[in-house]
């Protein structure tokens, strides 16, 4: 069978055409191919160190800023899906969730100071009075009961000399106090509210000093028989000049400075103990 040129002609352009047609098709499947790569090479994947780590091999774990990391790189959220706010947290009201302070307890000292006077307080009664301050080589020139006031001369070594019957007397069997005291008072942290509370043993003078503000409010509160003398630190007197009967007193602070309490004594002493709020 023969054929004209025009015919071989139309042949190879057919030809052509057909060539051109599966190259183009097979272009575009690679392209598809190239689009959707396997879920096994996802870049995602390969960044996530935990699909690396075996279940059960808890030495092999990354470490928490891994996996920070790791959740950093999730995939963001849709347009569709709406944002979840974060939880509110509940008010905090100011001074509500606050521990209250207590009152801080000040106590007079009883040593490294001048003693005038001593009641004895034996565990074993009667008390030993000796003529030397110490046990060996010392006679016993006489014997007191407990609650028996003794004048002191002088103190030795853990040791009281007095003056009737005169001799020595050991110290820590009998309760004694500081002729003179001056003490300031300070609030713990965050408090306003203070106990003094003590005793003077024969005649002495105890002083408390609290430093208070202008318009600040002062509350004293008595808890023994003696109410102590409030001062101001022009050393003017706050309060009713009648102690003997006062229990309380709440006022105002006049000008800013160190107000003083203090408890005198005459005689045999006393107990003491006020409350005191500086707010």
């Given at each position: ?14 030809g ?27 870049p ?7 699909s ?25 959220k ?21 521990q ?40 016993i ?53 203070a ?7 024969g ?24 109410f102590?003398?409030i ?7 706050l ?36 409350y005191?709020?500086?707010?």
């Amino acid at each position: 069978m023969s054929f004209t040129s025009t015919q071989i002609i139309i042949t190879g352009l057919a030809g052509l055409a057909t060539a051109v047609g599966v190259a183009a098709a097979t272009i575009q499947s690679g392209a598809i191919e190239q689009s959707n790569p396997p879920v096994a090479e996802s870049p995602a994947a390969v960044r996530n160190p935990i699909s690396l780590v075996p279940a059960n091999n808890p030495e092999s774990r990354p470490a928490e800023p891994l996996q920070a990391e790791t959740q950093a790189t999730e995939a963001p959220k849709s347009e569709s899906q709406p944002a979840q706010s974060p939880a509110l947290e509940p008010p905090q009201i100011a001074g509500v969730s606050q521990q209250k302070v207590g009152a801080v307890v000040v106590t007079p000292p009883n040593s490294g100071c001048k003693i005038s006077m001593a009641v004895v307080s034996d565990p074993n009664p009667p008390l030993n009075v000796r003529s030397r301050p110490q046990v060996n080589g010392s006679k016993i020139v006489g014997k007191l009961q407990n609650n028996t006031f003794v004048s002191v001369a002088e103190e030795q070594n853990g040791w009281l000399r007095i003056t009737d019957p005169p001799g020595w007397i050991a110290k820590n069997r009998t309760e004694s106090s500081c002729v003179n005291v001056n003490q300031q008072i300070n609030f713990l942290p965050g408090g306003d509210e203070a106990i003094v509370k003590g005793r003077i043993i024969g005649g002495g003078s105890h002083s408390y000093k609290i430093r208070a503000a202008k318009n600040q409010t002062m509350i004293v509160k008595n808890r023994k028989d003696v109410f102590p003398l409030i001062l101001t630190p022009g050393g003017t007197t706050l309060g009713n000049s009648d102690r003997d009967n006062q229990t309380e007193w709440t006022g105002k602070i006049p000008v800013t400075g160190n107000y003083t309490f203090q408890l005198d004594s005459n005689f045999r002493g006393y107990e003491y103990e006020f409350y005191v709020q500086v707010r």
